[in-house]
């Protein structure tokens, strides 16, 4: 294959901060026509894998890379990764495809994936850093940059920016966040909310940053009121663990719903992230739940429970709040409150 840029396959990214919407701009992406043709790399932080379930039925051959931060802690693996889709294409054991989409951690910096791809002495030959997509969640920008660096960052090396969560925000919310990310990156088109729910097929045309990404511009682009770009393994994941809560039997939903509210209205700064499937008393189907901050998305129903099991799983992004403290605060409000006999419930 020549190595002339228009022949080589784009890689985009889709960034963003923790629940800020990525995998649901994924979705609508692989449901596109303009889209059929691409390749999926899912990256998660926390043990258990839980956006292919969502995305299951969409795209049956999403590759999900090790748990790990993409940009530092499994760049190997990245590079494997892409190697081995490339590989597949070329003895036809998967569909051809013109693009390659990577689905970020929301603590990953997506500047060093484009470093991973330009310094691999094979995959620069086939392949280029395509678009960097990130999603800002309108609710919880604020919190999330003045929070964790990581948001800036990945504001900063976005060709295109997609505010989501607009319309549960106010007037002035969505004005200070445009602001917020105008400061960081004015180049980057900023999106609404229509570009999450019916991406265009220029979503991930080429935008300023692809031909110019080098780590330390994005000092540059962050301007003097940030502290030095000095992006060390893993640095920006200090603090930060996950946990899985598995259930064994069914849960009591109206005792678990006000438990994790009030859990979240307490703890939302330090809870950045909770989803998982939960098998709930007197209803067959898994419910999905998505928790972010101090926010509680509406639950959601998906047909069927995966492999046949139906065990419930609920993955924490924390911040100083380990996993015995959560598990002992719901087993003892659960034992106080509900009427049904109590699931036992582990952290792993
Ligand atoms: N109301 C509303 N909810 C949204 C919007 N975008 C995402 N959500 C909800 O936000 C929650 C988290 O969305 P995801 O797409 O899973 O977020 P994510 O960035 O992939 O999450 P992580 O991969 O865990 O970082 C889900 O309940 C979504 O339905 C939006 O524009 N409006």
Known sequence: MSDSPSRLLPVNVISGFLGSGKTTLL????????????AVLINEYGEVGFDNLLLGKISEDVVLLKSGCVCCTIRGEL???????????????IPPFKRVIIETTGLASPGPIASTITADSTLR????PGATVTVVDAINAQQSQQDHFVWAEQVAAADKLVMSKAEMATHTQIEEVTYQVQAINPTA?????????????????????????KPEQVQGWLGP???????????HLHGVQSFRL????????????????????????????????????????PVVLHGVQHTI????HIDDWPKDQ??????????????????????????????HPLPRILHE
């Open 125 to 128: 030959y086939h392949i280029r």
């Open 297 to 300: 998305h509406p639950p959601e």
């Open 189 to 213: 088109v900023l999106l609404g909310s229509d570009a999450q729910a019916q991406p265009s097929s220029e979503l991930f045309e080429d935008g300023p940053h692809i031909k110019c990404w």
């Open 27 to 38: 979705k609508a992406v692989l449901e596109s026509e303009s889209y059929g043709d691409t």
């Open 310 to 339: 139906n065990d419930s799983n609920l993955i924490f992004i924390t911040r100083g709040l380990d996993g015995a403290a959560i598990t002992s605060s719901l087993n003892e409000f659960m034992s106080a409150i509900s009427e």
């Open 225 to 235: 009121k940030h502290r030095k770009y000095t992006m060390t393994e893993n640095e």
């Open 246 to 285: 598995r259930f064994q039997g069914a849960v009591d939903w109206t005792c678990f719903g006000i438990w994790l509210s009030m859990l979240l209205n307490r703890h939302g700064r330090n809870i950045l992230r909770v989803k998982g499937v939960l098998h709930v008393h007197g209803d067959p189907r």
């Open 79 to 93: 590079s494997e990764a892409l190697l081995d889709l490339l590989y597949q294409r070329e003895e036809g054991l």
